[in-house]
């Protein structure tokens, strides 16, 4: 009889005999302090609705697409594993256990990759499994989870508890009605559950959808989009509403960093056009570079509205988005095919931080996942702008080695107050946790090496965890 699954105290934590004793010390200082998750895309109707989670494959694989991707380059499909097309041609398995079944019997495959430690840690912390997933044991650990979900201290208010999340941020078009965070805050839950804009559809010239988009938003504002003027009100007025509802941050994906302003009369002329592009005349396409003006020109824009709103500016640009032209027209956005590019931040910055980045009321996050720039931009900038903020390690870059190496190449130019704490960035609820858990056990084993190596007193180290794991966050994104 094989034995029970556990997990090892020490996971994650340095190897060797010098400064493992001293890791342990320091993450034991800081492994219950409460979850600050700011960028993150939990859906708010979890929340606002707090029914329960249907069933293991709906919480634990659908919704994930760390899981999806890794599945999908092993032979799988997305339709296999819950995600239908958007036309209908390809419909979802309807049967949630085969989901599962098809996710335990891949479970070999996420060996060495952070999904495994997140999800191990989740199935053994949370759900009490003692077996390992595989194609034999599938049934047996789908029947336990849905037995654990099914109980009311499994709903996802009860969770925020069991979690110790403090403080939530969920990611929400520019035109929300703010209906679900409303209905929080009649719950006494408004300043733990708090909105985030995400504006990216609205700042796209070139999107098939922006003039929907647009007067969505005009519309939500109560303003009539007839013109650019008009259509920077709007936005001016939905970051006040969401800010009213709590929130303390807008989010921003371009595909490039660049903050370069255009002229006033340039700028409302690619409006126009954009408001145009959905006809079938050539002259009113949106070219590739006037889309890349216009949305430089926009987070210019976004910046100065931060200034007088001090709503934190998030950049997290470098992603070639739907990588699978076929497969992202099939099935839609964020299924795994989001793939990293090479950035350059240093002159893409300068427009935003000449004009802002002294600016008392202007806070902005810069995230990459481009590692070069860490030390050779990022850091340096982040160093010595008092308004920049180095984003910890996202996306493809939240894991034990990749965030080891952002602390080795980041910290002695920025030093560790200009970072923002980490980030768990996911869909996946139950992955909170684990995800915090793995950054506070790899920052414990990387100050514990500067303790072993006299560059730290231990008393000092501990009390640099807790700035990364919990005043760091609250701090760069504190409401103002």
Do not use: K
């Given at each position: 009889?094989?034995?029970?699954?556990?997990?090892?105290?020490?996971?994650?934590?340095?190897?060797?005999?010098?400064?493992?004793?001293?890791?342990?010390?320091?993450?034991?200082?800081?492994?219950?302090?409460?979850?600050?998750?700011?960028?993150?895309?939990?859906?708010?109707?979890?929340?606002?609705?707090?029914?329960?989670?249907?069933?293991?494959?709906?919480?634990?694989?659908?919704?994930?697409?760390?899981?999806?991707?890794?599945?999908?380059?092993?032979?799988?499909?997305?339709?296999?594993?819950?995600?239908?097309?958007?036309?209908?041609?390809?419909?979802?398995?309807?049967?949630?256990r085969e989901i599962w079944r098809r996710f335990c019997a891949g479970w070999q495959h996420f060996r060495g990759t952070p999904t495994r430690f997140w999800m191990e840690t989740a199935l053994v912390e949370i759900f009490g499994v003692a077996e390992r997933p595989s194609a034999a044991t599938a049934d047996a650990l789908y029947d336990q989870i849905q037995a654990a979900i099914d109980l009311p201290d499994f709903r996802p208010r009860a969770l925020l508890d069991r979690f110790n999340i403090e403080i939530i941020a969920t990611t929400d078009h520019p035109w929300a009605s703010l209906e679900h965070h409303a209905a929080l805050a009649g719950a006494g839950l408004g300043s733990r559950v708090v909105p985030t804009l995400r504006p990216d559809a609205v700042l796209s010239i070139q999107s098939p959808t922006f003039a929907a988009d647009v007067q969505r938003t005009g519309a939500a504002a109560g303003i009539d989009v007839t013109s650019y003027a008009a259509y920077l009100d709007a936005l001016r007025a939905q970051r006040l509403r969401f800010k009213a509802a709590g929130g303390r941050a807008t989010d921003h994906g371009p595909y490039l960093p660049d903050t370069t302003p255009l002229p006033d009369a340039d700028a409302a002329r690619l409006f126009d056009k954009g408001m145009r592009s959905s006809t079938d005349s050539a002259a009113d396409r949106v070219t590739a570079g006037e889309a890349a003006s216009f949305g430089a020109h926009m987070l210019f824009q976004t910046a100065a509205m931060a200034a007088d709103d001090h709503l934190v500016m998030q950049i997290h640009p470098g992603v070639q988005r739907g990588h699978a032209t076929a497969q992202t027209a099939l099935f839609?956005?964020?299924?795994?095919?989001?793939?990293?590019?090479?950035?350059?931040?240093?002159?893409?910055?300068?427009?935003?931080?000449?004009?802002?980045?002294?600016?008392?009321?202007?806070?902005?996050?810069?995230?990459?996942?481009?590692?070069?720039?860490?030390?050779?931009?990022?850091?340096?900038?982040?160093?010595?702008?008092?308004?920049?903020?180095?984003?910890?390690?996202?996306?493809?870059?939240?894991?034990?080695?990749?965030?080891?190496?952002?602390?080795?190449?980041?910290?002695?130019?920025?030093?560790?107050?200009?970072?923002?704490?980490?980030?768990?960035?996911?869909?996946?609820?139950?992955?909170?946790?684990?995800?915090?858990?793995?950054?506070?056990?790899?920052?414990?084993?990387?100050?514990?090496?500067?303790?072993?190596?006299?560059?730290?007193?231990?008393?000092?180290?501990?009390?640099?965890?807790?700035?990364?794991?919990?005043?760091?966050?609250?701090?760069?994104?504190?409401a103002r």
């Open positions: 009889m094989t034995a029970a699954w556990t997990l090892h105290p020490d996971r994650a934590l340095p190897a060797d005999p010098v400064t493992r004793p001293i890791a342990r010390e320091i993450y034991t200082s800081v492994a219950r302090l409460p979850i600050v998750s700011m960028h993150g895309h939990v859906p708010v109707e979890w929340f606002a609705d707090n029914a329960p989670f249907v069933d293991p494959a709906q919480l634990l694989v659908v919704p994930d697409h760390y899981l999806l991707r890794m599945l999908v380059s092993q032979g799988e499909t997305l339709p296999r594993l819950g995600v239908g097309s958007l036309d209908g041609s390809q419909p979802a398995e309807s049967d949630p839609g956005s964020d299924h795994g095919y989001d793939i990293p590019v090479a950035l350059e931040f240093t002159r893409a910055l300068r427009p935003m931080l000449d004009a802002f980045g002294h600016h008392p009321g202007f806070r902005t996050i810069v995230f990459t996942i481009d590692e070069d720039v860490y030390s050779r931009e990022l850091a340096p900038m982040a160093g010595v702008y008092p308004a920049m903020r180095v984003g910890a390690p996202w996306w493809f870059l939240d894991s034990p080695e990749a965030m080891r190496r952002f602390r080795e190449s980041a910290t002695e130019s920025a030093g560790f107050s200009n970072m923002s704490g980490f980030v768990d960035d996911t869909r996946a609820f139950c992955s909170i946790p684990a995800r915090h858990d793995l950054a506070r056990r790899i920052d414990a084993g990387y100050l514990a090496r500067l303790v072993a190596e006299h560059r730290l007193d231990l008393d000092e180290a501990v009390d640099t965890a807790a700035d990364l794991a919990y005043r760091l966050p609250l701090a760069a994104y504190e």
